[in-house]
Antibody, heavy 117, light 111 residues
Framework: QLMQSGAEVKKPGASVKVSCKTS????????MHWVRQAPGQGLQWMGL????????DYAENFQGRITVTRDTSTRTIYMELTSLTSEDTAVYYC????????????WGQGTLVTVSS | QSALTQPPSASGSPGQSVTISCTGS?????????VSWYQQHPGKAPKLMIY???KRPSGVPDRFSGSKSGNTASLTVSGLQADDEADYYC???????????FGTGTKVTVL
């Protein structure tokens, strides 16, 4: 199960940090990803973290604005996005990568981030 | 990395089949057998339907099947049912600076 934090409203230029709490004893076993979906639009891959060794990889479009971290004590993944604009208004999903790799088998419920002045 | 190209819409009557294409390049779909497909109902999170081109997770009906030829992958839904009406997205591993890329999405309508 992936339980994400609640909806956020931010002003342009601000930052947002979304959390994703995992359940079970396999926190360090699976790569975790962040995917977003703007209203009425498609899915966009943002980045990933290997909770075991904190290896990270980010989409080129978000380089310099995104930071993905993890807290092993609480089995929580975080995604922080800075310098927000109205184009960052979207539902942000925390997603688990499948054990066989390179696909997404469990999705969080999504967190709506609204950027508005 | 550009999004993979899918037709905006597809439709079929109950019991019929519909096939959705997903066209990429030799850097993504053509390079790896890591194509997956996701079903998304309105207001819900996506659900994995196919992974590694043609493998079905446990619980996904065998009415859903996947294939790939060159730079184009396809998802076929046979025996269409009302609940199959949803948006479908493909995804491919692409390596490089943006290692995962989604398709543009296809809205499937059951007539």
């Amino acid at each position: 199960q992936l339980m994400q934090s609640g909806a956020e409203v931010k002003k342009p230029g601000a930052s947002v940090k979304v959390s994703c709490k995992t359940s079970g004893d396999t926190f360090t076993t699976y790569y975790m990803h962040w995917v977003r979906q703007a209203p009425g639009q498609g899915l966009q891959w943002m980045g990933l973290i290997n909770p075991y060794d904190t290896t990270i990889d980010y989409a080129e479009n978000f380089q310099g604005r995104i930071t993905v971290t993890r807290d092993t004590s609480t089995r929580t993944i975080y995604m922080e996005l800075t310098s927000l604009t109205s184009e960052d208004t979207a539902v942000y999903y925390c997603v688990r990568e499948g054990a066989a790799l390179k696909y997404f088998d469990f999705w969080g419920q999504g967190t709506l981030v609204t950027v508005s002045s | 990395q550009s999004a993979l190209t899918q037709p905006p819409s597809a439709s079929g009557s109950p019991g019929q089949s519909v096939t959705i294409s997903c066209t990429g390049s030799s850097s993504d779909v053509g390079a790896y057998n890591y194509v997956s497909w996701y079903q998304q109902h309105p207001g819900k999170a996506p659900k994995l339907m196919i992974y590694e081109v043609n493998k079905r997770p446990s619980g996904v009906p065998d009415r859903f099947s996947g294939s790939k030829s060159g730079n184009t992958a396809s998802l076929t839904v046979s025996g269409l049912q009302a609940d199959d009406e949803a948006d479908y997205y493909c995804n491919s591993y692409a390596g490089g600076h943006t290692p995962y890329v989604f398709g543009t999405g296809t809205k499937v309508t059951v007539l």
